[in-house]
T-cell receptor, first 110, second 114 residues
Framework: GEDVEQSLFLSVREGDSSVINCTYT??????LYWYKQEPGAGLQLLTY?????DMKQDQRLTVLLNKKDKHLSLRIADTQTGDSAIYFC??????????FGKGTTLSVSS | NAGVMQNPRHLVRRRGQEARLRCSPM?????VYWYRQLPEEGLKFMVY????????ESGMPKERFSAEFPKEGPSILRIQQVVRGDSAAYFC????????????FGNGTRLTVT
């Protein structure tokens, strides 16, 4: 399949909002996912959105989906130092397992 | 409810040896996936298995790599005659249903080939 694209780095100050963007490839993907990976650990499912939704909010996390542009974003409100990690966007392209982007490294400074 | 369990966490092999990576899915999950993460790269899909069946192995290298998920016991990813390029983190994930359900990941096995 084609690549899921993400910017590689994002640096924010503690208390600010973080917005991580992703461009996916398959308009028929049913779900789109955000995973978080801390150093030396596996991937933790943060949230996911069904493709017929535009927005999903879960506490400090807001996911926005623009199907026309195949654009997905993850907003983290009131970012904390514990949010520092790599964030992966993933889509389930038709007939395949989840396809991941290369990840966005979020660095939060106090 | 224990999560996805992978062992060993770290594995060191010399070139030419065999590496065996194990994965026990979450309780109640019958679908297992293996992914490889190379340094500074995302996760690349390798293989998708259900009990005693390989469903999709489109991401597996054609030689030296094999995977199984027997009726009893963990899923095994086997790499024969390892080379330095096999050094990576190998992640297993499981799900209760088919490809449309979220994947739950283990903490990975970090393979180093010397």
């Amino acid at each position: 399949g084609e690549d899921v694209e993400q910017s590689l780095f994002l640096s924010v100050r503690e208390g600010d909002s973080s917005v991580i963007n992703c461009t996916y490839t398959d308009s028929s993907s049913t779900y789109l996912y955000w995973y978080k990976q801390e150093p030396g650990a596996g991937l933790q499912l943060l949230t996911y959105i069904f493709s017929n939704m535009d927005m999903k909010q879960d506490q400090r996390l807001t996911v926005l989906l623009n199907k026309k542009d195949k654009h997905l974003s993850l907003r983290i409100a009131d970012t904390q130092t514990g949010d520092s990690a790599i964030y992966f966007c993933a889509e389930n392209q038709a007939g395949t397992a989840l396809i991941f982007g290369k990840g966005t490294t979020l660095s939060v400074s106090s | 409810n224990a999560g996805v369990m992978q062992n060993p966490r770290h594995l060191v092999r010399r070139r030419g040896q065999e590496a065996r990576l194990r994965c026990s899915p979450m309780k109640g999950h019958s679908h297992v996936y293996w992914y490889r993460q190379l340094p500074e790269e995302g996760l690349k899909f390798m293989v998708y298995l259900q009990k005693e069946n390989i469903i999709d192995e489109s991401g597996m290298p054609k030689e030296r790599f094999s995977a199984e998920f027997p009726k009893e016991g963990p899923s095994i990813l086997r790499i024969q005659q390892v080379v330095r390029g096999d050094s990576a983190a190998y992640f297993c994930a499981s799900s209760p249903l088919d490809r449309d359900s979220p994947l739950h990941f283990g903490n990975g096995t970090r393979l180093t080939v010397t």
